[in-house]
């Protein structure tokens, strides 16, 4: 006769998951090699976005100096004070779309909340939005997206059952 505990999925027990860690880097702290393993899967994205941010600040800064030599009124002036602005503007945008997917903001889209907090002003002096007065204003961006919970053929309608009393129904016209 099999042992009744054969069935039986390890780590689960009646009380809870007590041993279910906490966050993804709890697991990775129990085990070295699979920490080692992820550091180097991401290290070649972590230093692409390093890399990425050093250029973008370098640029920023090339800007600004050159357009304290230009000379007050010029076109090179005007473009380039153009040029920092919609730098700026990009800079705050990543900055906004960054924060709108973390856990706790729930931002469902993060480009139409984007909108309209440029188009409210819904950012403090520093540039931080301003999320308590976006939930408030356009609640409907923001929760956890669900989707579809049929598991049909991609669509809302619920799958179709092939039991018997189902296919008498159909033949019936039911």
């Not at 390093?50 to 357009?67: F, H, Y």
């Given at each position: 006769?099999?042992?009744?505990n054969?069935?039986q ?5 009646d009380?809870?998951?007590?041993d279910a ?11 070295p ?11 070649g994205?972590l230093?692409t ?19 304290t030599k230009s ?7 005007k473009a380039?004070t153009?040029t920092?602005?919609?730098l700026?503007?990009t ?6 779309v960054?924060e ?20 409210v002003?819904a ?9 308590s ?17 049929h598991?049909g053929s ?16 159909r033949?019936a016209?039911?």
């Open positions: 006769m099999p042992d009744e054969q069935n999925v390890p780590n689960q027990q009380d809870g998951n007590k860690p906490a966050s993804f880097e709890a697991i990775l702290e129990k085990d090699k699979l920490k080692e393993l992820y550091e180097q899967h991401t290290a994205l230093n976005v390093k890399a990425t941010r050093d250029e973008r600040d370098g640029l920023k800064n090339q800007v600004k100096e050159l357009l000379e007050k009124g010029s076109e090179n002036e380039l153009e920092l602005l919609k700026e503007a800079e705050r945008r990543a900055t906004f960054e709108a997917v973390k856990p706790g903001i729930d931002c469902r889209n993060p480009k139409a909340a984007y909108a309209y907090a440029v188009t002003d950012f403090d002096k520093r540039g931080n939005p301003d999320w007065l976006l939930k408030k204003e356009i609640p409907e961006l923001f929760g956890k997206s669900s989707p579809p919970a598991g991609g669509t809302d309608s619920p799958p179709e059952t092939n039991d018997i009393n189902s296919m008498i129904r033949a016209g039911r």
